[in-house]
């Protein structure tokens, strides 16, 4: 087996065998670099030869490609040193630089660069050119940890980026004191492919959640409608009536089972907002739900002449936070149906054969004035948002622009 502590930046490279000097130790045990940063970067071993035997030395090469692609490819003073089991040997000397300095932006970083007024126009913007086709994003993917939680994979390519975020959703995580959803987000280029950026998933996914409620309601509330109810006050929750507040909309009343997190979360946004009942929030002229989508927090008989309701706990299949009355009581928008029909608020109606393609429409359509908003001010609108990479994407490239203007810094890491 192979195990190496130090993954080199060389792209492409060949393992090649060749016997080991007499006496050599057969297994190769560990991977350090020495402190030249440079020579570090050059090379190591790609563990995974499955081909690696007993008496054997892996030589480590780059493929031409790789070594064309370094941009900085003049050979460096300092070596690898591999362990072959208490002896240690250099590895041959080959640059194959293809990754400069990358940057890492932290959640404080990404919370720096990007404001919520930023969040919801790059939001706005990212919706409008997914629905004109010039944002790419394939359906996301779960991949389950039962019974803790799942991860998700959520791939995107849109204005020379491209994008993967890797999240979870681990319900029981607040009883162990750790957030529901973590991950890490890289940001590539999408001419060159080259890795530009890691950012933390935390905050990018928090901006752009709440911003997508902040132009879900901009499009799809009555107009006027300026009362805010918040069910559910946890992170997400806390950061859809941020990004409500910076979009001119409140105050408003919160609920959470935790009174505390709604007395909070009141007192955060200041004037005009108060900690009620779930009664009193949903009696708001919008209505943000954010909780785990475990059980129902709006029944049809909540529903008020002209209410907007955003739906954003809901974000995989079996989370429900409305009954499938309430929903289809409402005219339907979404985020995207590919995802929303499979993993959202509207999936128990349209399993349940209620609810069809044509009944909903999505919230790009409306922003391009393709499809219709609202009907009247006293219709009813849900919108099911289950968080797009597109949306990532949006933050992402919002938070690599702050940097490139200086506006935040950035750590950096050799790969
Ligand atoms: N749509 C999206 O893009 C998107 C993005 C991120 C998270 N989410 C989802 O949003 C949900 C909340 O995530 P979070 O990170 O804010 O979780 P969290 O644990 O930080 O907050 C959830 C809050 O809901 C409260 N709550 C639970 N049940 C409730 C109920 N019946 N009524 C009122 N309050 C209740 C909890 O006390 C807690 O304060 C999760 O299901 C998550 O997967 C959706």
New binding site residues.
Partial sequence: MIESERVSECTKRRLEKRPLASGAVSHLSGCRSTPSRSAAASQALTGGSGSATDGELLRVNCSSAATTAAASSSEAPGATIVSLGRRFIELPRVSCRAVAELSVLDHEAVLAAVSPELAIEHVRQALLRHHEGVWEMPAKVYLDSPPHGDFRAMPARGDGLALLKWIT?F?GN?ERGL???MGVVCLSDAVTGAPLMLLDARSV??L??GA?AAVASAALAAPNARTLGI????????WVARCLLAAGFGPGVC????RA?AERLAAELGHGWRAGS?EEAVAQEIVSC????????IEARDLHPGVHLNM?????RG?A?ATIEAVTACSLYC?EWEQASHG?ELTGAIDAGLVSRAQVTELGAVLAGDAAGRADRRSLTLFD????AI?DLAIARAALAAWREGQVSAQTINL
């Avoid at 609920?255 to 935790?258: I, R, S, V, Y």
């Avoid at 954010?290 to 927090?297: F, I, K, N, S, W």
């Avoid at 954003?312 to 995989?316: E, H, K, N, S, V």
């Fill in positions: 959703s319900p607040p957030p529901t959803v996914t928090a752009r959640t997508v069910v559910g006050c946890g992170l997400h929750g806390t609920f959470d089972l935790d997190a779930l954010v909780t785990p989508g475990a059980e129902v927090v954003l706990g809901a974000d995989a989370k936070e985020d959202g948002s289950t968080g797009l949306q």
